[in-house]
């Protein structure tokens, strides 16, 4: 069978780690493809695939107009380009394996969804979790039915200090209106957790939040407008330079052009960049905290907080069943069963810190291309036969349930649908 062609749009972050796939699978897929804006990044793609030919797009339009036989695309690209980008490559009759959020209101992932049901084609959402070792076996144990029925969920998301500070206050994620509300950008994961789990869909939600520090006027006396001019910054927990030449957290996304080094680029970072402003002088207008709760179509009742004020980078679940119950934290899931008292104990711990999502990036990948090779199978014996992508509108359930949330949040009202 010929081998899946398949074009990434953002040589970033994500997209190198799905390419990973390519090295441990070289028979299943050809290159036909690379496009990113960034100049440095297209460089660094040649470099690394120097013998994929004359692959390498600096533009979208440019990749579509001379590409040919595309059967898939994979979308890395910020997150106010998915769905132009879906759309194209959709257009084009491309699979498409889609970084998370889809789009940025419901009525644009209507649209893919609609898409991709006429092109008969698969839009996969990168939802990782699905596919990590611990939640694929709490998934396992809540559909054994030892413990039954579901009840009640709550789970926290601890977004920690530090990552609030980098991408939802000095990052691009600040900004709602060119990435999304924080609550689509990070916690459409959790929520897609919630509609896996439960197999259920929201009947109501409600929300409440606000951006309650990380404003000019909480600017502490003493402060300036960059980290390095502050006076504070030794005794402050938000500064930049004790995240990033101190502690060097957060430091993997910087771009080092040949020739220089990290320091020097994160030294110039903190004279000039986004990443040396002071919390309080950012250009950021997200929560820095924010809570749901809902109800789903079975009764369930389910809360989710999303915490910025902790120094913990987790998240916790704890979900109540009529027969017992389960907790999901550091790693581990304990689960109580009321019939006998005994405790279960499942420990990820060896597991879960492990590259690439403990391997769910990759997974990911494996089934979308898995998908795409069984619809060329399809196509070929019998075109007619080629089927729709159910698993988009699945996936869309946790962008709805985040878009009511902040129409609730915003409104003060319950929502019902969007
Ligand atoms: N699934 C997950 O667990 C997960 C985790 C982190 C980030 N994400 C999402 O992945 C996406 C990418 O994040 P990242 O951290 O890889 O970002 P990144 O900045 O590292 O990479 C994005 C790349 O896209 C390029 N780009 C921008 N606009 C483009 C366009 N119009 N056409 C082609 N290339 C373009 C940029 O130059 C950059 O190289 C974001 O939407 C983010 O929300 C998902």
Known sequence: MRKVRLAVFGYGNRAKKYLTYLESHPGEIELAGIVDIDKGRLEEARQKYPSCGQIFYSSSDDFFSSADNVDAVIIGTPDDT?????????????????EKPAAQTMSQCRDIMAESARQKAHVILCYVLRYHPLYAC????????????????????NVGIDRTCHTFVRGPWGDSMTTNPMIVSKCCHDLDLIVWLTGQKAKRVSSFGSLKWFRAENAQQGSAGRCIDCGIENRCPFSAPDLYLRRKEWTGNFIVPQGSTLEEVL???????????????CDNDVVDHQVL????????VVTLSMDCFTM????????????????????MIRARDFNTGEESVWDFSSVAGLPLHAGADLKIVEEFIGKVRASKETERTDKAAASGAPEISNSMESHRICFMAEESRLSGMTVSDI
Request: proline share 0%.
């Open 82 to 98: 998915h769905y132009g980008l879906c759309m194209k490559a959709l257009e084009h009759g491309c699979h498409v394996l889609l």
């Open 312 to 331: 913990k980078d987790s998240r916790i679940t704890d979900i109540k069943c009529v027969f017992g119950e389960i907790t999901v934290q550091d790693n």
């Open 293 to 300: 709760s809902m109800v789903m179509d079975n009764d369930i």
């Open 138 to 157: 709490l998934k396992e144990i809540l559909a054994s039915a030892k413990y039954g029925d579901i009840v009640s969920i709550n789970h926290i998301v």
């Open 267 to 281: 030294e110039k970072e903190m004279r000039e960049g986004r990443y040396g402003r002071c919390v309080y002088h």
